[in-house]
T-cell receptor, first 115, second 116 residues
Framework: AQTVTQSQPEMSVQEAETVTLSCTYD???????LFWYKQPPSRQMILVIR??????QNATENRFSVNFQKAAKSFSLKISDSQLGDAAMYFC????????????FGSGTKLNVKP | GAVVSQHPSWVICKSGTSVKIECRSL??????MFWYRQFPKQSLMLMAT?????????EQGVEKDKFLINHASLTLSTLTVTSAHPEDSSFYIC????????????FGPGTRLTVT
């Protein structure tokens, strides 16, 4: 089975600074999708960014970007110009490209943003 | 677009009773719906996956007779916790994907279940 590991239970960043959240995964599949989800205190899961494994270019969404290292099975999230509203739990997730019903979530990283 | 709702958002029930949680896709047809359980400060634990008109596929360790899932239509899935006990108290989240090869999951806002 695939596993997703987030080694940073909690991180802090100063407002307007940049922070990187780490995620590694283990898989033998060649086709898959990776995601970062944000869960604020409201507990509503929000998609932050998505990366297809077959794409070499790193995904970017405004202040959010990823560093996708396929060979190293690493998928980190960089948040630039951090804002107070970025404070939340962040989950890294893996979806199989062969069995679309299989999603795997990491344990999460709690991000604190200091004013 | 791609909004998923859950009802109720919070429910309190007495031990031994059953409670039903609804998950609806409001503006799309959900081929597959997922049910998760989340304990405080922990990740999401997948309980089961359901496709419209088919029996749900439960993850290992999840009691099928206790957590009844029905996916009656392409926009509605229900989770019924039967004979609830305090240890069933948790946050339950549903999600849905669009189409057979839908990429990401769209999540509902969750339901907090408290069993007294």
């Amino acid at each position: 089975a695939q596993t997703v590991t987030q080694s940073q239970p909690e991180m802090s960043v100063q407002e307007a600074e940049t922070v990187t959240l780490s995620c590694t995964y283990d898989t033998s599949e060649s086709d898959y999708y990776l995601f970062w989800y944000k869960q604020p205190p409201s507990r509503q899961m929000i998609l932050v960014i998505r990366q297809e494994a077959y794409k070499q270019q790193n995904a970017t969404e405004n202040r959010f970007s990823v560093n996708f290292q396929k060979a190293a099975k690493s998928f980190s999230l960089k948040i630039s110009d951090s804002q107070l509203g970025d404070a939340a739990m962040y989950f890294c997730a893996y979806r199989s490209g062969y069995n679309f019903n299989k999603f795997y979530f990491g344990s999460g990283t709690k991000l604190n943003v200091k004013p | 677009g791609a909004v998923v709702s859950q009802h109720p958002s919070w429910v309190i029930c007495k031990s031994g009773t059953s409670v039903k949680i609804e998950c609806r896709s409001l503006d799309f047809q959900a081929t597959t719906m997922f049910w998760y359980r989340q304990f405080p400060k922990q990740s999401l634990m997948l309980m089961a996956t359901s496709n419209e008109g088919s029996k749900a596929t439960y993850e290992q360790g999840v009691e099928k007779d206790k957590f009844l899932i029905n996916h009656a239509s392409l926009t509605l899935s229900t989770l019924t916790v039967t004979s609830a006990h305090p240890e069933d108290s948790s946050f339950y989240i549903c999600s849905a994907t669009v189409g057979l090869a839908g990429y990401e999951q769209y999540f509902g806002p969750g339901t907090r279940l408290t069993v007294t």
